[in-house]
C-alpha cells in the first residue's frame, strides 16, 4: 500500500471516529402512509421511548465505526486487487450507514458511544488479524460478521418502537445492505469458520452491543 493510500485510510480512520462521515446516499425515509396506519406520530413519542431509540440508534452507529475499521483493516492485510476493491466498496456503503445513524442520533438529541476510539482500535485489529490468515478467511469473516449484523438489525426493528418509523427505514436499508455484503464476500469465495469462532465473535459483539446502549 502507497503512502497516499496509507494517509486516505487514516483520515477515513479519523472521521469515523471524530463523527465527520461522508454519504453518497440521502438518509432513507419511511414510505408515505396515513396516520391511522402509520400509529402514533412520531411528535407523539415519549421520552422513554425516544431514548430507546436513541440507545438503539447508537449501538448501530457503534456497529458501523467497527465496521470502517474491519474492512480498512482487512484491505490493508490483502494483496489482492480486487479484494482491496471489494472492501472498499463495502466500506463506503457501510459510511452511508455510519452517516445515517449519526443524523438519526442528532434528530433523537442524543450522542454517539463514548468508546468509539476503543470500538475501532479493536475492531481495526480484529480485521487485520482476520485478514492475515488469508483472503478466504478473510471473507468468511466478513460473511459471517454480515449474517451476525443482519440478525442484530432484526432484533432492533422488532424493539424500536412502533411511532420511530424514521429509525426503522435506515434499519431496513442497513440490514438489506448487510445481507448483500455478506452474499458478496460468500460468493468471492469465503470459507465457513469454525463454530468457536462464531461464538467468540457473538460474545464480543454481545459486550459491545450492551455497553454502547448505554455508554
Not at 65 to 74: K, N, P, R, S
Not at 131 to 153: I, N, P, W, Y
Request: negative net charge.
Amino acid at each position: 500500500m502507497t503512502l497516499d493510500e496509507l494517509i486516505t485510510e487514516f483520515d477515513r480512520g479519523l472521521r469515523s471516529i471524530a463523527g465527520v462521515s461522508r454519504m453518497s446516499r440521502p438518509v432513507p425515509v419511511p414510505a408515505p402512509v396515513a396516520e391511522d396506519v402509520a400509529g402514533a406520530a412520531e411528535a407523539d413519542m415519549t421520552l422513554p421511548e425516544r431514548a430507546h431509540s436513541a440507545a438503539l440508534m447508537r449501538v448501530n452507529h457503534v456497529g458501523e465505526i467497527c465496521a470502517q475499521a474491519l474492512y480498512q483493516a482487512q484491505k490493508l492485510a490483502t494483496r489482492s486487487p480486487a479484494l482491496k476493491d471489494a472492501f472498499e466498496h463495502a466500506a463506503q456503503e457501510e459510511e452511508d450507514h455510519l452517516a445515517w445513524t449519526a443524523a438519526r442520533l442528532r434528530e433523537l438529541d442524543s450522542r454517539p458511544s463514548l468508546l468509539n476510539p476503543l470500538w475501532y482500535t479493536g475492531a481495526l485489529a480484529i480485521g487485520f488479524a482476520a485478514g492475515c490468515l488469508g483472503d478466504k478467511a478473510s471473507l468468511g469473516f466478513m460473511a459471517e460478521t454480515e449474517r451476525q449484523v443482519e440478525r442484530h438489525l432484526d432484533g432492533h426493528l422488532a424493539m424500536l418502537p412502533e411511532a420511530d418509523r424514521h429509525s426503522r427505514a435506515i434499519v431496513e436499508q442497513m440490514r438489506d445492505d448487510e445481507r448483500m455484503h455478506g452474499q458478496s464476500a460468500t460468493d468471492a469465495g469465503g470459507v465457513e469458520l469454525p463454530a468457536p469462532v462464531k461464538a467468540l465473535m457473538r460474545a464480543a459483539s454481545k459486550v459491545m452491543t450492551q455497553t454502547a446502549y448505554y455508554v
